[in-house]
């Protein structure tokens, strides 16, 4: 069953996060959607626990 | 990627003769030292260090390359940080600084990618799931997570989606239009959505799925999401589904879907099945046939455009087959292709197998005719270049064209060579300028044959459309300028490249097969 949210991209302005190569985030913003891009150098697990650290020093 | 395009950067430094900025893996090394690059302290480097190798022209202070060089390091860092959204280092944190978002593209390594993707499935994201090596478990559960929560999962291993009219992996510049495309296969995605684009037909969504989704482990399941994404979707008139034939099993599974949930007409682009219609069911052999078809179901108007703008005729491709084959020498019988699109090189082998008899690879049609070292050919050989032997440690070939290049070279040293055979894939996500990387090394090859006095007949499809960042038009011409000789599609070209090749003694079998090939 994908109704609902994978009904309702269609058609929507398209909102994405980029997580990984550089150059699907450039070509997004080459067509000029909203993109924010995500590097993860490490294991999500670890930047999950390098960004709370970062919360806690920020 | 960005020591990628400093490489490529790098190469247009003055007085640069060939570059290399990479990493020092094995990988990297090995063609380093192909490419002549390779030094002591090159050989000692370790994937840590990163290795700036350089031959520079006569005249030429290697100084002052190697500081231009060194300024685009510093340049590529300093442009690092994006507009838009913003770049971030947890998907946390993008979450909350980028609001209403809607879908993921993940392209993380393998290992990484399955914790990525379901961490944005639980967030209420989409995910275009680039990535391949998930494992099949990995992929099944998170299509679990992703159907319980009324979610697309594309992939792992989606290479092209068009959604809403935008590119995403791998994806050509298009036009939008009525028909839905689903695709369990990258680049075939990306050849149907040209094709339909050069005949005034247009894309409503194409949704690359990933080869994977149509094994025995995960069903389809996600194939037959999208198809009734498309049926219920008032843009879209006409479903494709391209796709390597899948198992029997799924086959059934889908095309029943296709029977009870389905109302619009189909074009099941199952590569390699027979051509057939049952009802407003169409099975096409090919990724050109099925562009055809549709273009049949769409207008008179537009079947007659594919006609003018893609269909060559068989007395057409015989006779200036005839022209080029007239230049080989009588050792001169093999067809080699070198290809950087999974699905095209899988057409291409499909195309071989019906007129030729067969062709090596190292993504083979049937376990005898595989490859034992994919570096090096036999007989007739297509190589999937794209595939994880080239791609370990590297970028794909529709990034980065050096295994590519030194491939070609080597091929062109073969003395029973006649025709090699090359795809140019344009478009969002892909190389800058795939037909000026290549060009100097076609030119190289193709002097080196006559050098040993044969000539070499070099052949290409660009698979791209007028409006992509590199423009068809502006790479046609790149290649034509060297001599290579065009064609409208990838079936076309494998065709014209076995007319060449046997010198006109498979005509009977093409007449045979020109129907369900291309027809």
Known sequence: ?58 | MQLMRVTEEAKKVAGVADAVVAMGTSTNKMLMEQMGLLTVEGKAATENDLVLAVRVEENTRLGDALSSIESLLTSQQESGGGPAGGTYFGIATALENLHGANLAVVSLPGGQASGAAEELLKAGLNVHLFSDHVPIEDEVRLKKLAAKNGLLLLGPGAGTSLINGVGVGFANAVARGKIGVVAAAGTGLQEVSVLLDRVGLGVSQGFGVGGTDISREVGGTMMMDCLRLLEDDDGTDLLMIVAKAPNAQVTRKVMSFVGRRTTKPVVACFLGMEASSEGRVHYSKTLHSAVFRAARLSSPAHAKAFEEKVGLSLQGIASSSKKYSSKLKTGQRYIRGLYTGGTLSHESLLILREVMGSAYSNTPLSVELQLQDPSTSKEHTIVDLGDEFFTAGRPHPMIDSTIRRLRLLQEAKDSSVAVVILDFVLGYGCAEDPAGSMAGSIAAAKAAAKKSGRDLVVMGHVCGSSADPQSLEKQSKELADVGVILYPSNAMMAIAAAFVASRGTVKERIVEKWGGLVG
Do not use: W
């Open chain 1, 1 to 58: 069953m994908v109704e609902s949210k994978a009904a309702r991209l269609i058609g929507a302005e398209l909102v994405v996060i980029n997580v990984g190569l550089d150059i699907f985030y450039q070509s997004m913003v080459r067509q000029k959607v909203r993109v924010a891009q995500v590097s993860m150098p490490a294991g999500p697990g670890l930047e999950k626990r390098l960004s709370a650290a970062l919360d806690k020093i920020l």
